[in-house]
């Protein structure tokens, strides 16, 4: 849903909070979405907008299949595993909500394989019924000598448009530009620039620890197969081994990553790496139709770079709340980060005392 | 010798699987399938088909369990091959809940299906009105695929199919030399088996496809079955009600109870109402060979019915005991018929 519209530089109104949001994933949605909701009310007057030059379906956020679990090792940055833990609680709240359906959220069990022994990850008592595979259990996957089953979590196609549709509903205008750079923005009056432009931070200010890990997808109409089934192999590193995810009406078949690699065109021999691997996994598969293939940019950085930046253009000072760099667990810790970021955005507004009233409890 | 030309009755679950083992143990026999109905409108497609077999009145529990793992084996092994999608057979994980602690905390089938554990307290609080539970792994077989992939593979062996209506065996006779009765209700007439009656079964069936697992009240009346091309909801025991047209106000009684127990269902859509008559017999299933004798006329017929609700759950195991029940009446002595006295 994206608004195709001329910049207009907002007409300066006194006591107005102008904020801009760069970027339309799932990152800056949930972000723009997470502040809204805590502070349209407690202030004067809120104008937000979000920038960006791709919208759903042709973002990043919609190759991702869609399933909610975090990496099996500790993050770099502890406060990462509370962002998981909290998208993880937010998400169970709303997965049985007779509003499930439209926001894209089901509840889907599965199986994680390993070729050895490992301990269980540290997240095991937060998900659902996990439990370590019986022999039975792997006798379905032959090469595979341990494993872990539990439920999780995932998204579905419309992970975009129920935050879009909310933001809309609360007069949040959508624009679709190529933001050139923070100081276009600054300049055109905005007081808060909130940046998720996830892969392509980059062309805004340069950050080395930011790279492409590129993915590429088999979407297949397969729908007796209930179960994910994620395979892992430490020496290849992760998403490079096969991976099999349901989701709502499709299943995406996977197994790619590529570390550095910018090209967003599917490749001939990716398809065949991904779709024997995945056969192997899962014989059924043989008859699935392919419905569709696609290629998507993780924007891969040893940590998510969540902090607030001052820039100066002119005489003003402009603040930037920085939130991209989620690799291939966006979704899973998507609004933990917006929260985070929220908290950064209330500071703004307590240093530069513009609250008319306490905020609220975060 | 000539071949032994066998004639099996019914075209459900019970028949065409019956039809499959008998082709496989029997040597040199010709077999025809002979139905009124065919799939899509047997008793068997209305079932969701799940793998989640219940106790039979007179049958000790080691049999129903050999019956059910046989079942489950045989079923597995289609799932897990490249055959699951045409055969419509695919796994599936989900919850059996209950509002009391049952009587029997772990069933007699729970290693038979995969991962069976009690359910922890974090899962058990989606059910605020329950207070105990089983996750399990089992088995979801679709008559409107399976049934269709059975009568293949049976033409594919020989195996002949006829429509038509059967009022009564003996018109089996002298065209066939065995008959295997896998007639369902259709045994009241049949078999003159009077005892038999329908438990009446109302589903909803329609499209939710974000749920992935399966949910069943332990009292087996209300139930969230995901799969392939739909979600059935259900359902009800009716005793005795013959009535195949779908009720409103039971519709919306599925549809309330379900969507307590999963309420992202309210945005399920295009709902259609199916029934069914579960073919039920007080004794349990009946698998027995009988010499039909009417004026000097003989026929076998190898008995193969009354499943109730849980015919898909044990059909294979029953199929194979039939077919050994046929085996055993093929290689008995074939009496001639003696001539007659006009």
């Not at chain 2, 084996?73 to 602690?101: K, P, T």
């Not at chain 2, 792994?137 to 062996?157: I, M, N, V």
């Given at each position: 849903?994206?608004?195709?519209?001329?910049?207009?530089?907002?007409?300066?109104?006194?006591?107005?909070?102008?904020?801009?949001?760069?970027?339309?994933?799932?990152?800056?949605?949930?972000?723009?979405?997470?502040?809204?909701?805590?502070?349209?009310?407690?202030?004067?007057?809120?104008?937000?907008?979000?920038?960006?030059?791709?919208?759903?379906?042709?973002?990043?956020?919609?190759?991702?299949?869609?399933?909610?679990?975090?990496?099996?090792?500790?993050?770099?940055?502890?406060?990462?595993?509370?962002?998981?833990?909290?998208?993880?609680?937010?998400?169970?709240?709303?997965?049985h909500s007779p509003n499930a359906a439209n926001v894209g959220l089901a509840l889907v069990s599965g199986y994680n394989l390993f070729h050895e022994a490992i301990p269980d990850p540290s997240w095991k008592n937060t998900v659902l019924g996990f439990r370590t595979l019986t022999p039975r259990d792997l006798d379905m996957f032959p090469d595979y000598r341990w494993g872990y089953c539990?439920?999780?979590?995932?998204?579905?196609?419309?992970?975009?448009?129920?935050?879009?549709?909310?933001?809309?509903?609360?007069?949040?205008?959508?624009?679709?530009?190529?933001?050139?750079?923070?100081?276009?923005?600054?300049?055109?009056?905005?007081?808060?620039?909130?940046?998720?432009?996830?892969?392509?931070?980059?062309?805004?200010?340069?950050?080395?620890?930011?790279?492409?890990?590129?993915?590429?997808?088999?979407?297949?109409?397969?729908?007796?197969?209930?179960?994910?089934?994620?395979?892992?192999?430490?020496?290849?590193?992760?998403?490079?081994?096969?991976?099999?995810?349901?989701?709502?009406?499709?299943?995406?078949?996977?197994?790619?990553?590529?570390?550095?690699?910018?090209?967003?065109?599917?490749?001939?021999?990716?398809?065949?790496?991904?779709?024997?691997?995945?056969?192997?996994?899962?014989?059924?598969?043989?008859?699935?139709?392919?419905?569709?293939?696609?290629?998507?940019?993780?924007?891969?950085?040893?940590?998510?770079?969540?902090?607030?930046?001052?820039?100066?253009?002119?005489?003003?000072?402009?603040?930037?709340?920085?939130?991209?760099?989620?690799?291939?667990?966006?979704?899973?810790?998507?609004?933990?980060?917006?929260?985070?970021?929220?908290?950064?955005?209330?500071?703004?507004?307590?240093?530069?005392?513009?609250?008319?009233?306490?905020?609220?409890?975060? | 010798?000539?071949?032994?030309?066998?004639?099996?009755?019914?075209?459900?679950?019970?028949?065409?699987?019956?039809?499959?083992?008998?082709?496989?143990?029997?040597?040199?026999?010709?077999?025809?399938?002979?139905?009124?109905?065919?799939?899509?409108?047997?008793?068997?497609?209305?079932?969701?088909?799940?793998?989640?077999?219940?106790?039979?009145?007179?049958?000790?529990?080691?049999?129903?369990?050999?019956?059910?793992?046989?079942?489950?084996?045989?079923?597995?092994?289609?799932?897990?091959?490249?055959?699951?999608?045409?055969?419509?057979?695919?796994?599936?994980?989900?919850?059996?809940?209950?509002?009391?602690?049952?009587?029997?905390?772990?069933?007699?089938?729970?290693?038979?299906?995969?991962?069976?554990?009690?359910?922890?307290?974090?899962?058990?609080?989606?059910?605020?009105?329950?207070?105990?539970?089983?996750?399990?792994?089992?088995?979801?077989?679709?008559?409107?695929?399976?049934?269709?992939?059975?009568?293949?593979?049976?033409?594919?062996?020989?195996?002949?199919?006829?429509?038509?209506?059967?009022?009564?065996?003996?018109?089996?006779?002298?065209?066939?030399?065995?008959?295997?009765?896998?007639?369902?209700?259709?045994s009241r007439q049949l078999a003159q088996a009077l005892e038999m009656f329908p438990m009446r079964g109302q589903v909803l069936n329609v499209q939710a496809p974000w749920v992935k697992h399966f949910i069943r009240d332990g009292s087996g009346l209300t139930y969230i079955y995901p799969g392939t091309s739909n979600v059935i909801l259900g359902g009800t025991r009716q005793q005795g009600?013959?009535?195949?047209?779908?009720?409103?106000?039971?519709?919306?009684?599925?549809?309330?109870?379900?969507?307590?127990?999963?309420?992202?269902?309210?945005?399920?859509?295009?709902?259609?109402?199916?029934?069914?008559?579960?073919?039920?017999?007080?004794?349990?299933?009946?698998?027995?060979?009988?010499?039909?004798?009417?004026?000097?006329?003989?026929?076998?017929?190898?008995?193969?019915?009354?499943?109730?609700?849980?015919?898909?759950?044990?059909?294979?195991?029953?199929?194979?005991?039939?077919?050994?029940?046929?085996?055993?009446?093929?290689?008995?002595?074939?009496?001639?018929?003696?001539?007659?006295?006009?």
């Amino acid at each position: 849903m994206a608004v195709t519209a001329h910049f207009n530089p907002s007409v300066p109104q006194a006591d107005t909070m102008r904020v801009i949001v760069i970027g339309a994933g799932v990152i800056g949605l949930s972000t723009a979405l997470c502040i809204h909701e805590r502070y349209r009310s407690v202030l004067p007057s809120l104008d937000m907008r979000v920038y960006a030059d791709r919208f759903t379906p042709l973002t990043n956020t919609d190759v991702a299949a869609g399933l909610c679990q975090p990496y099996l090792s500790d993050p770099r940055n502890p406060q990462e595993a509370d962002w998981n833990q909290q998208t993880f609680d937010y998400l169970l709240s709303r997965v049985h909500s007779p509003n499930a359906a439209n926001v894209g959220l089901a509840l889907v069990s599965g199986y994680n394989l390993f070729h050895e022994a490992i301990p269980d990850p540290s997240w095991k008592n937060t998900v659902l019924g996990f439990r370590t595979l019986t022999p039975r259990d792997l006798d379905m996957f032959p090469d595979y000598r341990w494993g872990y089953c539990h439920g999780r979590r995932g998204y579905g196609p419309t992970i975009q448009t129920d935050p879009s549709r909310r933001l809309t509903e609360r007069g949040v205008k959508f624009f679709q530009k190529k933001v050139e750079s923070f100081e276009e923005v600054a300049r055109g009056g905005a007081d808060v620039i909130i940046n998720c432009t996830g892969v392509w931070a980059g062309s805004l200010q340069p950050d080395p620890l930011l790279q492409p890990g590129r993915g590429q997808i088999i979407k297949v109409d397969a729908p007796w197969m209930k179960h994910f089934i994620i395979t892992h192999d430490p020496e290849k590193g992760i998403y490079k081994s096969p991976y099999i995810i349901p989701g709502i009406q499709t299943v995406t078949l996977g197994g790619i990553f590529q570390l550095g690699n910018w090209s967003e065109v599917n490749n001939i021999q990716d398809h065949n790496t991904i779709w024997e691997g995945c056969c192997r996994l899962e014989p059924t598969l043989q008859d699935a139709k392919i419905v569709a293939e696609l290629t998507g940019l993780r924007p891969v950085r040893p940590q998510i770079r969540l902090e607030r930046e001052q820039l100066r253009f002119a005489s003003s000072n402009t603040e930037v709340i920085h939130n991209y760099g989620h690799g291939g667990y966006g979704l899973t810790i998507h609004w933990g980060c917006a929260l985070e970021a929220a908290k950064l955005f209330g500071k703004i507004l307590e240093e530069r005392k513009l609250l008319k009233m306490p905020p609220p409890h975060l | 010798m000539d071949p032994v030309r066998i004639a099996v009755v019914g075209a459900g679950v019970v028949g065409l699987s019956t039809a499959m083992c008998v082709s496989k143990l029997v040597p040199r026999c010709s077999i025809t399938v002979i139905s009124d109905k065919f799939s899509p409108d047997t008793t068997s497609d209305v079932a969701a088909g799940m793998l989640i077999p219940h106790v039979y009145p007179n049958t000790p529990i080691p049999t129903l369990k050999q019956w059910f793992r046989e079942t489950f084996d045989h079923l597995f092994a289609i799932a897990n091959s490249a055959e699951a999608g045409d055969a419509g057979v695919h796994l599936v994980s989900g919850w059996q809940i209950f509002q009391s602690i049952p009587a029997e905390e772990v069933p007699f089938w729970a290693d038979v299906v995969l991962g069976f554990r009690k359910m922890t307290k974090a899962e058990l609080k989606k059910f605020p009105q329950h207070v105990f539970g089983h996750a399990f792994t089992t088995l979801k077989c679709e008559s409107p695929a399976y049934l269709p992939w059975l009568e293949k593979r049976l033409k594919g062996s020989g195996v002949l199919i006829l429509t038509r209506r059967i009022g009564d065996l003996w018109e089996l006779h002298p065209s066939f030399d065995v008959v295997v009765n896998c007639s369902g209700l259709g045994s009241r007439q049949l078999a003159q088996a009077l005892e038999m009656f329908p438990m009446r079964g109302q589903v909803l069936n329609v499209q939710a496809p974000w749920v992935k697992h399966f949910i069943r009240d332990g009292s087996g009346l209300t139930y969230i079955y995901p799969g392939t091309s739909n979600v059935i909801l259900g359902g009800t025991r009716q005793q005795g009600d013959w009535n195949l047209s779908p009720d409103a106000e039971i519709s919306r009684g599925i549809f309330s109870r379900c969507c307590a127990l999963e309420p992202s269902l309210q945005g399920a859509c295009d709902i259609r109402e199916k029934v069914g008559l579960r073919p039920f017999r007080p004794a349990g299933v009946r698998l027995q060979t009988e010499f039909l004798a009417q004026d000097g006329r003989r026929l076998p017929v190898v008995h193969h019915y009354g499943h109730g609700s849980g015919g898909i759950s044990v059909h294979w195991g029953t199929a194979l005991e039939a077919a050994r029940l046929v085996s055993e009446c093929v290689q008995a002595p074939r009496t001639p018929t003696p001539k007659s006295n006009l």
